[in-house]
Structure formats: structure tokens, C-alpha cells
């Protein structure tokens, strides 16, 4: 019983920093799928869109092929 209080007491400030880590997540995720799919880089843009990494994988992907972006 005393793990349910705490659960309880814990989500007002829990809550916020899910949706921060969710929206820091999609907009990474958007951008180096965009840049992968813009370089035809097929299987980098399959493991961006399957891997749930807060982030880490698709900013791994930007700073690995900056240069090769075409526009």
C-alpha cells in the first residue's frame, strides 16, 4: 500500500517529464528520418523508426552524415 502513495505522490512531476522526454523524442526522430529518407539511407531510416531511443539513435544519424545532406 505504501508503493501506491508513493506512485501517487510521484505523477504530478512525472507526468510533465514523460511528455518532455516524448516530444524530445518525435522531433529527433522527425528530423533524422527526414535527413535518412532524403539520403536514401533505407536502413538507417528503418532503425530510427523502429528503435526508441529518447532521442540518442537519430541524433547519432544527424551528426554521422552531416555533410551528406542533399538539398
Known amino acids: ?40 539511407h533505407l536502413a538507417w531510416f528503418i532503425c530510427i523508426g523502429i528503435i526508441n531511443s529518447i532521442g540518442i539513435l537519430p541524433i547519432v544519424y544527424i551528426l554521422m552524415h552531416r555533410e551528406s545532406t542533399t538539398t
Open 1 to 40: 500500500m505504501e508503493n501506491i502513495q508513493y506512485i501517487k505522490d510521484a505523477l504530478p512531476w512525472l507526468i510533465p517529464i514523460i511528455i518532455i522526454l516524448a516530444i524530445w523524442d518525435a522531433v529527433w526522430k522527425m528530423i533524422a528520418l527526414w535527413k535518412s529518407a532524403r539520403n536514401n
